[in-house]
Structures are given as structure tokens and as C-alpha cells.
């Protein structure tokens, strides 16, 4: 219902599943599900905000709100490969990397 309303007042929203996903839609149109790929998860501490703050990186860099939710699902991703908070956020040039950006 609030994911509905925030649309239609014109509002953007974006919602973390975890291991399910993340759900995401613009004013209108229709919701998105974007998939995350099988992790063996060490530690899912931080993982949320690893997603938020790549999320705001990519969306502050000129990214489309769809790239942006994809790109920061992978990065949030690679984050709960280790364990820790901060210590598991991987490095611009370690997405790169890995993800091949």
C-alpha cells in the first residue's frame, strides 16, 4: 500500500529483499524485480548499507534509477562475502574488477 502511494504522489521507492532482491519502481510505471545471483553469505552486517551507498554514488554519477538498483544489488552482493561491516564493502576498483565496470 505505501509502495503504491509513494508512486503516485510521484515519489521513486526502492525496497531491499535481501537474499530475494530488490524491488524498485519510478512514477509511472510498474514495479521492477531485480534478482540477485546464490551467495554464500559470511556476514550480512552492512549489506544494506553497502547497497544505499552505491546506490547514491551511481544515481549522484547520472545513472538511470534501473542501472543504479542493479548495479548497487551486485555491489550489496559482494559485500556479504566477508565478514564485518565497513571492512567488507569492496573497493571502486575491486567492483570493477569483479564485476567488470
Given at each position: 500500500?505505501?509502495?503504491r ?66 548495479r548497487?544489488?551486485a ?27
Open positions: 500500500m505505501l509502495f502511494s509513494a508512486v503516485r504522489h510521484g515519489l521513486a521507492v526502492v525496497i531491499t529483499l535481501g537474499a530475494a532482491g530488490v524491488v524498485w519502481a519510478e512514477p509511472g510505471a510498474q514495479p521492477h524485480h531485480v534478482t540477485v545471483p546464490p551467495v554464500q553469505a559470511v556476514d550480512t552486517t552492512g549489506a544494506g548499507d553497502a547497497f544505499v551507498g552505491a546506490l547514491g554514488v551511481l544515481v549522484g554519477a547520472g545513472s538511470a534509477l534501473g542501472e543504479a538498483v542493479e548497487a544489488a555491489v550489496a552482493t559482494l559485500s556479504v562475502g566477508q565478514a564485518g561491516a565497513q571492512s567488507s564493502y569492496p573497493a571502486r576498483d575491486d567492483v570493477r574488477a569483479r564485476l567488470g565496470w
